[in-house]
């Protein structure tokens, strides 16, 4: 047991990585339905409602962005001191990233 044969390789099992655990970095996040702008997750660390809304709006307003045949789209919104990062999955979820810029 714990033995690997030639035929076998041994893999290591992948974790995902959580993007929160690094505070230097990741402020914050929240995930929502492309379709309608809601929540699908709540907003964590130091995102709000309110930017996500925002965000969301901006990526309503930017034309075919939403649309299906985009399948992976991000956009990146950069202030002095926060950036965020929005990408529209073909999943159907639109993930938003809050770092320090």
Do not use: W
């Not at 690997?4 to 974790?15: D, F, G, I, L, W």
């Not at 655990?21 to 964590?44: E, I, M, N, R």
């Not at 995102?47 to 045949?69: C, F, H, P, R, W």
């Amino acid at each position: 047991l714990g033995v690997a044969s030639k035929t076998t390789p041994v893999r290591k099992k992948m974790t995902p990585v959580d993007l929160e655990a690094t505070p230097s970095h990741v402020t914050g996040s929240t995930v929502l339905l492309a379709a309608d702008g809601s929540f699908a997750k709540p907003c964590s660390g130091q995102m709000t409602e309110k930017n996500a809304t925002i965000l969301y709006k901006i990526l309503v307003e930017s034309g075919d962005i939403l649309t299906e045949q985009e399948k992976l789209r991000r956009i990146t919104v950069s202030f002095q001191s926060i950036s965020y990062a929005v990408t529209v999955a073909s999943d159907g979820f639109v993930y938003m990233i809050q770092t320090r810029s």
